[in-house]
């Protein structure tokens, strides 16, 4: 069984400082981490996934297999960061057609 | 390129009925997931439809039930009920299955069991 954790619910940072926002995962095979964003009356969307190795937005998350974590971090904080945050994990396998596990979210505020 | 539609977008029903919500998928993507998110929850998958076929199902009992139509369009339906049922139902679609494919969402259809 799959389990994605993220401790806090909320977190507020203010403009321009540092952001991270925690996400811890349980399974016992090779996964795939993601971050999925959500904006104020906007739908659910893709923000990274671990594969790609990309930063978007100024966002970047390693995967620490030995932490089992996979942490969205980015240096400084914009107003327009301000979002619903929810992490996510994948099985991979040679089948594909697998299933995301959400975490419970967090909600991130970004003081001006 | 047109998006998830996902309808209705609210509906109310009573303890005890049965409900179908419809989603239209992402153009060019054969392959559609059903979740559940209530409130203050993440999103918890439901079941994944590739070519009208369902390849995937999470822990909801057999009256949460789906169809893919040929057009990749698909439905969520459940039967009898109950006031836990009450979330927003999202809708994904992609060009491949997850891990390898992007899930693009719906807004959803936010069920409301009185």
């Known amino acids: 069984a799959q389990r994605v954790t993220q401790p806090e619910k909320l977190l507020s940072v203010f403009k321009g400082a540092p952001v991270e926002l925690k996400c811890n995962y349980s399974?016992?095979?090779?996964?795939?981490l993601f971050w999925y964003v959500q904006y104020s009356r906007q739908r659910l969307q893709l923000l990274l996934r671990?594969?790609s190795r990309e930063s978007i937005k100024g966002f970047t998350a390693d995967l620490n297999k030995g932490e089992t974590s996979f942490h969205l971090k980015k240096p400084f904080a914009q107003e327009e960061d301000s979002a619903m945050y929810y992490c996510?994990?994948?099985?991979?396998?040679?089948?594909?057609?697998?299933?995301?596990?959400f975490g419970t979210g967090t909600r991130l505020t970004i003081i001006p | 390129e047109t998006g998830v539609t996902q309808s209705p977008t609210h509906l109310i029903k009573t303890r005890g009925q049965q409900v179908t919500l419809r989603c239209s998928s992402q153009?060019?993507?054969?392959?559609v997931s059903w979740y559940q998110q209530a409130l203050g929850q993440g999103p918890q998958f439901i079941f994944q439809y590739y070519r009208e076929e369902e390849n995937g199902r999470g822990n909801f009992p057999p009256r949460f039930s789906g169809l893919q139509f040929p057009n990749y369009s698909s439905e969520l339906n459940v039967n009898a009920l109950e006031l836990d049922d009450s979330a927003l139902y999202l809708c994904?679609?992609?060009?491949?299955?997850?891990?390898?494919?992007?899930?693009?969402f719906g807004e959803g259809s936010r069920l409301t069991v009185l």
């Open positions: 153009s060019g993507h054969n392959t």
């Open positions: 671990h594969i």
């Open positions: 996510a994990l994948c099985p991979i396998s040679n089948f594909g057609n697998e299933k995301l596990t």
């Open positions: 994904a679609s992609s060009l491949l299955g997850p891990p390898d494919g992007e899930l693009f």
């Open positions: 399974y016992s095979g090779s996964p795939e």
